[in-house]
DNA sequence: GTGCCTACTTCCTATGAGAGAGTAGCGGGT
DNA sequence: ACCCGCTACTCTCTCATAGGAAGTAGGCAC
């Protein structure tokens, strides 16, 4: 396992992006503290993240029979009033970061008032895929895990 | 789309599970604050969740040329010491609330000192895949995201 | 007795999530 | 002229919680 302090300038020019991702998979642990993918992972594991990336992915490849799965531009507000219960603050915060990380486009409209749009970058899509499933693993096993947790409270101490 | 004022008593005897969670799908909606699937998804969606997974996983499907994918049970201390930097409360009330949602078991063998393994349950199995596929991602991607902040933080305010 | 082991539990403090109000700049109503 | 309202934030305050550190039970070795 080849091993970096974390620096700069970790990938050879004649390797494929298949072969690099290949690579830092073997560099980067997100077991380890220190790994800039803990850091990563950390980011990513977050329920607005998650259902900002669900949501600018067009709910998904199922959305019953009629979704197309298409990623599809939103506005702030039109986020805003998907996500409910998100304070502006957080959803500020969280596209900026996303922004930064590069999984989001940021787009200003010189209307007035100024629209901003939100879209998937390449990137950001392939998270999403995986979000999506998240977020429908949590629909979908709703019930099994309150079936659980009943059992649970119940049981003796 | 059925509505319940989430309640009990959910289910139909005669439905298949693959059924009833094509129905919990349509009932449950993460985007709304008060589903019990937005909780759930907070939940799952944390960086000390996903670790403990994808550690109670075997460290997933690929794990280079000999990863089995085969999950394996772990001591309370062996887990401790896989998750670099995690805090002896926070493993404990991470690895409760799982065991609450029934994703793992706790077992105690009484021995001196007592050892308690914690090993996947089938439910928690079908979310360790998504899992350590979000972890991978972290790994995959940490390159071009690494990149993307490079670029973000040079570019003129 | 003293120390050590595991698997916790308790206490304290610093971080940060969320609520709520404030801001810029312009258009539209009266 | 004046006030309102709209979007996309930004600021401030408060309360919850994450994490660090230290304490606990109970038994075996020395």
Not at 12 to 28: F, I, N, T, W
Request: aromatic share 6%; proline share 5%.
């Amino acid at each position: 396992m080849r091993k970096f302090p974390y620096g700069k300038a970790r990938s050879m020019p004649s390797e494929s992006a298949k072969q690099r991702r290949a690579q830092a998979k073997l560099d980067y642990d997100a077991f380890l503290t220190n790994c800039p993918s803990r850091q990563l992972l950390a980011r990513i594991s977050d329920k607005w993240v998650t259902l900002i990336l669900a949501a600018l992915g067009g709910d998904g490849p199922s959305a019953g029979a009629g979704g197309t799965g298409e990623a599809r531009p939103l506005r702030y507000s039109e986020l805003s009033r998907r996500l409910a219960g998100v304070s502006q603050k957080m959803l500020t915060q969280t596209l900026r970061s996303l922004e930064r990380d590069g999984l989001v486009t940021r787009t200003v409209t010189p209307t007035v008032p100024v629209t901003v749009h939100y879209e998937l970058t390449e990137l950001g899509s392939s998270l999403q895929e995986l979000m999506w499933g998240v977020k429908d693993w949590a629909e979908a096993h709703m019930d099994e895990v309150l079936a659980n947790r009943d059992e649970y409270d119940a049981r003796p101490a």
